[in-house]
């Protein structure tokens, strides 16, 4: 089985269960690690990976495994397998749907062993779909490098965020559907590939988890990382 290792080199634990692929035989991606900006958190996403030693991004492409989205308002509940493509990120609070209010956090396996092959990464993005936002507002998304995740993951069995990676701070004017979150994870996918990591989980959820402002929904299935390769 396989098991993955945090930034710092620190063993995490194994995984049976069905990753994040990506690539055309069952590459996978690599964890994020940016400078964090002061009073900010992240999460992290899935991924695909150039197969070409040459500048340039890969085609994105990838098959979502194991992710799961928790709920501090029902922490002793798992959401894994319970809500469909929708991932959610920050504080809910609707009255039409009182089940589906509080802060919620998403986290997602993936696999890494398409970046075990010569070559210097130049660059590594993180992508994601955001179909819908309570708010057009800049409220930062925050990537982390955490460890393991099960289908029974709660909120008050969440694994450890280990370390911020990067952030992204969306904004447009509304409406503001279906828009694609980039995240810069250069020096994670580097460490995936140094220290030959099989897989990895990565957490999101927003920086700002007091206002529903800042609440979005995520497709686990459109996660992706695109590696430029020199």
Same mark, same amino acid.
């Given at each position: 089985?396989?098991?993955?290792r945090?930034?710092?080199?620190? !063993?995490?634990?194994?995984?049976?269960?069905? $990753?994040?692929a990506?690539?055309?035989?069952?590459?996978?991606?690599?964890?994020a690690?940016?400078?964090? @900006?002061?009073?900010t *958190?992240?999460?992290?996403?899935?991924t695909?990976?150039?197969?070409?030693?040459?500048?340039?991004?890969?085609?994105?492409?990838?098959?979502?495994? $194991?992710w799961?989205?928790?709920?501090?308002?029902?922490?002793?509940?798992?959401?894994?397998?319970?809500?469909?493509?929708?991932?959610?990120?920050?504080?809910?609070?609707?009255?039409?749907n009182?089940? #589906?209010?509080?802060?919620?956090?998403?986290?997602?396996?993936?696999?890494?062993?398409? #970046?075990?092959?010569p070559?210097?990464? !130049?660059k590594?993005?993180?992508?994601? #779909?955001?179909?819908? @936002? *309570?708010?057009?507002?800049? =409220?930062?998304?925050?990537?982390?490098?955490?460890?393991?995740i =099960?289908?029974?993951?709660?909120?008050? !069995?969440?694994p450890?965020?280990?370390?911020?990676l990067?952030?992204?701070?969306?904004?447009?004017?509304?409406?503001?559907?279906?828009?694609?979150?980039?995240?810069?994870?250069?020096?994670?996918?580097r460490?995936?590939?140094?220290?030959?990591?099989?897989?990895?989980?990565?957490?999101?959820?927003?920086?700002?988890?007091?206002?529903s402002?800042? =609440?979005?929904? #995520?497709r686990?299935s459109?996660?992706?990382?695109?590696?430029?390769?020199?």
């Amino acid at each position: 089985m396989p098991t993955s290792r945090s930034l710092t080199g620190r !063993r995490r634990s194994r995984s049976g269960y069905a $990753l994040l692929a990506c690539g055309l035989v069952g590459g996978l991606a690599a964890p994020a690690a940016v400078a964090a @900006s002061p009073g900010t *958190q992240t999460g992290q996403t899935g991924t695909s990976v150039s197969k070409q030693r040459q500048p340039g991004p890969a085609a994105p492409r990838g098959r979502v495994g $194991l992710w799961t989205s928790v709920n501090q308002a029902h922490p002793n509940r798992t959401y894994h397998g319970q809500t469909d493509d929708v991932a959610r990120i920050g504080k809910r609070a609707l009255r039409n749907n009182p089940e #589906l209010n509080g802060v919620w956090r998403t986290f997602i396996t993936m696999g890494s062993q398409d #970046l075990h092959r010569p070559g210097t990464i !130049r660059k590594a993005e993180l992508r994601i #779909l955001n179909p819908t @936002s *309570q708010s057009c507002a800049a =409220y930062n998304v925050e990537a982390w490098d955490t460890g393991r995740i =099960y289908p029974s993951t709660t909120w008050n !069995r969440q694994p450890q965020w280990s370390r911020l990676l990067s952030w992204v701070s969306p904004s447009q004017r509304p409406p503001c559907p279906n828009r694609t979150l980039s995240f810069d994870v250069t020096r994670s996918a580097r460490a995936a590939q140094q220290y030959r990591w099989p897989s990895m989980t990565l957490g999101l959820k927003a920086a700002n988890e007091r206002s529903s402002d800042a =609440y979005k929904t #995520l497709r686990p299935s459109t996660a992706r990382l695109v590696v430029h390769w020199n």
